[in-house]
């Protein structure tokens, strides 16, 4: 008799454990990158957003840097894009002062990133608000980063304080 008591209690016991362990198991997380393997390679595009304030009066200090961690040189492209994704590079920032244009690249140009570098670009935050200003001409309100090396972005705004900006790898 005992033999057969040990067994249902190591039986139950095996059971439980199998559904305890069935029930932790949660939803699958975000999937990460996909790999080259996985029609996931070149172009890289990353995006970020929002990449101004609505209604402020700007000329605080924008900054995105764009990290190469291929051992590759990278081939870059920065665009600020307007509401309508309209390529702002060489537009004035609206209330810049002094006047000055937004940096990137036009049309299909790039930039060589050597490996394991940073880019950083700053430009002053557009004016979108107050008499004269109609908080969307000339003003970005994204950045978009292509590579054709794996690169990491990110962007900071110095606006009363340091404020880092979200920027994610755009999926395909």
């Known amino acids: 008799m005992q033999p057969l008591y040990i067994r249902l209690c190591f039986s139950s016991l095996i059971i439980a454990s199998t559904i305890a362990m069935a029930a932790c198991v949660g939803p699958p997380g975000p999937p990460g990158p996909p790999g080259s393997g996985s029609g996931g390679g070149p172009p890289y595009v990353w995006m970020c957003t929002p990449s101004s304030f609505p209604n402020v009066a700007g000329s605080s200090r924008e900054d995105l840097y764009v990290i190469n ?8 492209a920065v665009n600020i894009l307007d509401r309508d994704g309209n390529n702002l590079t060489g537009h004035t920032i609206p209330g810049s002062s002094p006047s000055s244009t937004y940096p990137g690249e036009a049309g ?5 990133l050597v490996a394991a570098h940073t880019r950083n670009l700053n430009w002053a935050m557009p004016t979108t608000g107050g008499p004269g200003f109609d908080g ?3 003003v970005g309100v994204s950045v978009r980063v292509t590579s054709d090396q ?3 972005v990110g962007m900071n705004f ?8 979200q920027c994610g790898l755009l999926p395909k």
């Not at 961690?69 to 870059?76: I, Q």
């Not at 110095?158 to 900006?165: A, L, N, W, Y």
């Open 136 to 138: 969307f001409t000339d």
């Open 150 to 152: 794996p690169i990491v």
């Open 108 to 112: 299909a140009s790039t930039v060589s």
């Open 158 to 165: 110095g606006f009363s304080g340091q404020i880092p900006r």
């Open 69 to 76: 961690g291929s051992a590759s040189t990278a081939n870059v």
